[in-house]
């Protein structure tokens, strides 16, 4: 598989805020979706907390 970009050329500072806003965007789009029954609370709560685990890891990485 071909690499999209050369390893290290988007920092992990962007990654982090890229992640961070993908969470946010995620709880506003999901809480709407279970609001209006397209959604189950589980599955939402799960998908938040797989991106949440995401945002974690990467700043985790990041201080290393």
């Known amino acids: 598989m071909a690499q999209i970009t050369p390893i290290g050329a988007i920092p992990v500072t962007a990654l982090i805020a890229e992640a961070q806003r ?3 965007l995620r709880r506003q ?3 709407a979706r279970v609001r209006a029954g ?3 609370q589980a599955d939402a709560d799960k ?3 797989l991106m949440s ?3 974690k890891r990467l700043t985790a990485t990041a201080a290393l």
Request: no cysteine.
């Open 53 to 55: 685990a995401i945002v």
């Open 22 to 24: 993908e969470l946010d």
């Open 29 to 31: 789009f999901y809480w």
């Open 47 to 49: 998908r938040i907390a």
């Open 38 to 40: 397209k959604m189950r």
